[in-house]
């Protein structure tokens, strides 16, 4: 796979039943509704999803393509408790048991390499 996540999105790739009980699909979408519901699903992490949270993500997804199982969960475990006092997890929280949308603040500056 080249050291890089690729999303699944063709039948012909993966059993339908399969991918499900390897936990690898969610959701299976017919070729014809496959474009709005990846749009609706971007939205959906746009408006409720803290973007340095996703950067923090991102950055972790790519540095644990070259680390194994045990290197990729410790880091995993450090990078919790590295979000829980950040403004955006506290937001999330806040905003969950206000049953309101969240209101994350914007990504400013650049992520450290210790981000992820």
Do not use: W
């Given at each position: 796979?080249?050291?890089?996540?690729?999303?699944?999105?063709?039948?012909?790739?993966?059993?339908?039943?399969g991918g499900g009980?390897?936990?690898?699909?969610?959701?299976?979408?017919?070729?014809?509704?496959?474009?709005?519901?990846?749009l609706d699903y971007?939205?959906?992490?746009?408006?409720?999803?803290?973007?340095?949270?996703?950067?923090?993500?991102?950055?972790?997804?790519?540095?644990?393509?070259?680390?194994?199982?045990?290197?990729?969960?410790?880091?995993?475990?450090?990078?919790?408790?590295?979000?829980?006092?950040?403004?955006?997890?506290?937001?999330?929280?806040?905003?969950?048991?206000?049953?309101?949308?969240?209101?994350?603040?914007?990504?400013?500056?650049?992520?450290?390499?210790?981000?992820?």
């Amino acid at each position: 796979m080249g050291g890089r996540p690729r999303p699944v999105v063709e039948r012909t790739h993966l059993p339908r039943r399969g991918g499900g009980e390897l936990g690898l699909v969610k959701e299976v979408v017919a070729a014809e509704d496959l474009l709005k519901r990846a749009l609706d699903y971007a939205e959906d992490i746009a408006a409720n999803c803290s973007p340095a949270s996703m950067a923090v993500i991102k950055q972790q997804v790519y540095a644990d393509a070259t680390r194994d199982v045990v290197e990729a969960t410790a880091r995993a475990e450090v990078l919790l408790q590295e979000a829980m006092p950040r403004p955006d997890v506290i937001e999330g929280i806040t905003s969950f048991l206000q049953k309101r949308p969240p209101q994350f603040p914007s990504l400013t500056g650049k992520l450290t390499s210790s981000d992820a």
